[in-house]
């Protein structure tokens, strides 16, 4: 695979993975990968710890029925936040632009991961009612995935953002499981799943950014939508 690549791509691709595996363990790949893991071994087909079922029964029996699609609109809202906050001034990693940008880069990989896991993995939602769909949350996985994109771009300036990002991506998880959308397994691999697509967006970007930006300099314009429920970008190309 390698050899395929355009020889200037390969010094910076091996540049990008050197410095990516210099940056702390605990939040570039141990957290996800636990998350990940935890979420594969507690699932109902493998069941090493039987969770899934017991919580099930537990929230069913304790817990009121909740009727809410506040989830729907939290998934995203630490993203917001974090382009919010660029808006009016305050200085995070990146700029207004590459934030949206790496935003569109992590939404577009978060929702091509988690998809391809449901159409692979078949687990039914919790309930019987014949959707297949269950493995891992998608909710969840861009819930984390926004998080994640606030802790890179803010966390560092207060640990408040990071807070507050992971506790609204946490109430989002907690939601899917008392609505009895998801399995507790599903919601854990959902986590790790979007915190790694993060890490993953954050890593292909400078090589995206020299590949395709700066090919494309003084001809292009590229704006991020948000329509309901999906992100993306849109492209327009002067011909010369």
Known sequence: MADSLPTPIRPA????????????AGCRVLVPTLLLSAG??????????????????????????????????LRHAPAAAALGLSLVGVKGKHSTV?????????????????SNLKNLTRVERPGGNGDFSSFPSQHTSAAFSAARFLDREYGENSGWYRAGGYSVATTVAALRLIKGNHWLSDV?????????????????????????????????????????GAAGLTAVLVLR
Do not use: C
């Open 188 to 228: 854990l691999a959902g986590a790790g799943v979007g915190m790694a697509s993060t890490e993953l967006a954050y890593w292909l970007y400078p090589l995206v950014q020299r590949v395709l930006v700066k090919g494309l300099q003084d001809r292009a314009l590229v704006l991020p939508y948000y329509q309901s």
């Open 40 to 73: 594969v071994l507690t699932t109902h087909r493998i069941a090493v710890v039987n969770s899934d079922e017991e919580l099930r029964e537990e929230l069913s029996e304790h817990m009121p029925a909740i009727r809410t699609t506040i989830d729907d609109q």
């Open 98 to 114: 590459n934030q949206a940008l790496l935003f569109a880069l992590t939404y577009t990989i978060n929702n091509t991961l988690t």
């Open 13 to 24: 691709l091996l540049r990008r993975a050197a410095n990516w595996a210099r940056q702390p």
